[in-house]
C-alpha cells in the first residue's frame, strides 16, 4: 500500500497563485499515473489533472486549462500543481491520487486506487 503526502495548500486572494506537492511512499513512483482531486464544501469529489508516468501527457478539467500546471518529479518521487488565477469557488480540499492500471484520460470518470489525505486550499474573494 504506498502512502501519499501533500503540501502546500493555504490561504490565497482571488487571482493568486499556490504550488501543492505531493510524496509518494511504498511503491515504485515511475509507474504511477499521479494526479489531483478536489472536493469542495458540500459538493462531490471532482478530477482536476492526471500525469502520465513519465510526465509527458498531462489531462486536466476543462475548468483549470490554462490556469494549472500538473509535473512530476520521478527522481523525487513528487508530483506538483501549479494553481495560478485561482478563484474563490476552487475553495476546497485538494488530494493527491496515484494509479498504476488506470490511464491519465481515464481519470475524469473512473477514480484512482490511491490518495493522500488532502490539503486545504482556501481562496479569498
Known amino acids: 500500500q504506498v502512502q501519499l503526502a501533500e503540501s502546500g495548500g493555504g490561504l490565497v486572494q482571488a487571482g493568486g497563485s499556490l504550488r501543492l506537492s505531493c510524496r509518494l511512499s511504498?511503491?515504485?513512483?515511475?509507474?504511477?499515473?499521479m494526479g489531483w482531486f478536489r472536493q469542495a464544501p458540500g459538493k462531490e469529489r471532482e478530477f482536476v489533472a492526471a500525469i502520465s508516468v513519465d510526465g509527458s501527457t498531462t489531462y486536466y478539467a476543462e475548468s483549470v486549462k490554462g490556469r494549472f500546471t500538473g509535473s512530476r518529479d520521478n527522481g523525487k518521487n513528487t508530483v506538483h500543481l501549479q494553481m495560478n488565477s485561482l478563484k474563490p469557488e476552487e475553495t476546497g480540499v485538494y488530494f493527491c491520487a496515484a494509479d498504476q492500471i488506470l490511464g491519465g484520460s481515464t481519470w475524469n470518470r473512473l477514480l484512482p486506487h490511491d490518495w493522500g489525505q488532502g490539503t486545504q486550499v482556501t481562496v479569498s474573494s
Open positions: 511504498g511503491g515504485p513512483f515511475s509507474t504511477y499515473v
